[in-house]
């Protein structure tokens, strides 16, 4: 079979189970996550998307860490 982004994309998500647009975008090349995922949810995949808090580069005036949110993609247990 051909390796697209599709494929590419839910052969990651077997591996690691979960993927972000950092992760796809250096581990697989794909710069269009939220696309791949439309389009593997128009196939007819259940996947899940969860809001995670990660640390940026930036500090807020107290010095405390400040946090961004990202979606990190997942395939439902049913699939």
Do not use: C, E, W
């Amino acid at each position: 079979m051909r390796s697209t982004h599709l494929t590419r994309t839910l052969d990651y998500l077997d591996k690691f189970k979960s993927i972000t647009t950092l992760d796809a975008f250096r581990d697989l090349g794909n710069s269009r996550l939220s696309s791949t995922i439309f389009l593997l949810r128009k196939k007819g995949y259940n996947i899940v998307s969860d809001n995670v808090d990660v640390p940026t580069r930036f500090l807020q005036p107290n010095g405390d860490r400040k946090f961004t949110q990202v979606v990190r993609y997942r395939l439902s247990p049913s699939q």
